[in-house]
């Protein structure tokens, strides 16, 4: 007599739901899945099918997106963190041959110090500063906390209850004590994490270096590699932390932010979710790779900076007064 299978365990079916429905939704970390909106909810495709329902003409611009192209606010405020992200790249990598490569091919603050006049004539003049730092900076936080809100947005409506079939099940079985945890929030990674890192990091930097200066003196035209060699020779131990967390996390936002952009960097959570062995390699290759690039840089930036800016001893005279006054103000 021949025993059907299926009657082994009459619950397999019912455990395969609960194991398929069970499963967290949670947003894919790829910007480029964000290039489009999501598709709509059955109650949106029903009420767009129906020309009754619809409040505006195609190619209008509706709440859901800034035109009739499909394209909603996020496609838009990517490209707002994507592209400001490319300005302020430009001012870093001046910024980097002042204060770390010429410093380092010369050995010497004097004979660099001339490259930092000069290049301020490109990016602190005020139209310039604004384009090259201000704008950017604001555009990059303002347009990424945008996203985060607006994903959370779409999550919510989406997820914001249980999935269809996991109530009945859950309450049919007593040992599922549980009920299945919706994520709402987008997932926070390490580029985001650093980011946030480097605004404070940066704005103290800023106030320390162009703030204080003009608050204290009237004019930061004084302000340059020794100053900060100055501040190295008054106490050591706080610009040293201060500048070493600067770099390495700046440094690594930048360098894994631009391998996002260009698609070169692994998937946030790539070790979790990669099963395949090649694949597996391949992302474990992709991440060395951007993490050596990252500290490589950052040790270049270090080199010039750390190494020679650092450790060329305090400023002499009328200079050295002023850097004091405004060292005092902030205790150092």
Known sequence: ??????????????????????????????????DKELPPLPEEASQSSDPSLKSSPPGSTSSLGLSGSGRGPIYYLLRVQR?????????????????SIFPLIYQSVPYSEPFLLMARELYQTPVTESL??????????????AIRLLRRRQNLKRYGGATPGVWPVHHSDPSLNRKPTIRIWPPV????????????????????NR???????GDSSNIGLQFVSHGFARQPIPPWIAYTLLLSVGVGHMVWGWAKWL?????????????????????????????????GLAALWAAGGLGVVAMA???????????????????H
């Open 1 to 34: 007599m021949a025993v059907d299978p299926r009657a082994i365990n009459p619950w397999a079916s019912q455990e395969t739901l609960i194991s398929l429905l069970h499963l967290d939704p949670a947003p894919i970390d790829n910007a480029s899945v964000y």
């Open 83 to 99: 592209y400001s992200s490319y300005t302020f790249s430009l001012f870093a990598g001046l910024h980097v041959a002042n204060t």
């Open 132 to 145: 090259l730092v201000g704008l950017p900076v604001v555009a990059h936080i303002t347009s990424g906390i």
């Open 189 to 208: 990674t390490y580029i985001s994490i650093s980011g946030y890192a480097f605004v404070g990091l940066l704005a103290s930097h800023v106030v320390m």
């Open 211 to 217: 703030v204080l200066p003009l608050v204290i003196d």
């Open 263 to 295: 698609d070169l960097a692994p998937p946030a959570n790539w070790k979790k979710i990669t099963v395949d062995r090649q694949m597996r390699k391949r992302r474990r290759r992709a991440w060395w790779s951007v993490q050596g690039v990252a500290v």
């Open 313 to 331: 001893g305090p400023a002499e005279g009328w200079l050295a007064t002023v850097y004091d006054n405004i060292y005092s103000a902030v205790g």
